[in-house]
């Protein structure tokens, strides 16, 4: 087990419009914000709902897409910085989980993906983390398409400053 401590930076409360795809709109405030690392919480509806379910005995995800009307009763995921194999910053990656009902009450959910589709309204929490940059490695996401969280001491400053222009 490891764990650092954090400080809470700046919180942005986002609505997602009809259409929105929550992930993206997520992605966008991180680069119009220069969030590097943080976590995020969701509630809202929306009509088609991507996500992906870990195969351990197919050693992949498997993607599942659902249309229709669904509620996700929660959403929770994280923000971190993606360094290459030099430790230069390369982009931030938006990971996150999401659970969702229909309308019988059924819920289901899994890793969510790219492709969402908000309807009538969408909400999102961001919190921006400090002190200490959350990592993922650029090798790792290209080769088994996750990376465990890094915590980078010495990326704390330069990179956190070099993002943002101070």
Known sequence: MQYVEV???RTFLLRLDDGDDLLEAVGQLTVQENVLSGYFTA???MSRAPFAIYSLEKGRYEEIVK???F???SVVGNIALVLDSDGR???TFVHGHITLADEKGQV???HLL????????GEVHIC???AMVIVRLEEELMQRGYSPMHFYPEVELPIADSRRGR
């Open 7 to 9: 400080r809470r930076g």
């Open 43 to 45: 509630l809202g509806a």
């Open 67 to 69: 249309e229709g009307y």
């Open 71 to 73: 509620e996700f009763t």
């Open 89 to 91: 910053p390369v982009t």
């Open 108 to 110: 289901f959910g899994g």
């Open 114 to 121: 790219r492709g969402s589709r908000a309807i009538a309204l």
């Open 128 to 130: 921006e983390t400090t």
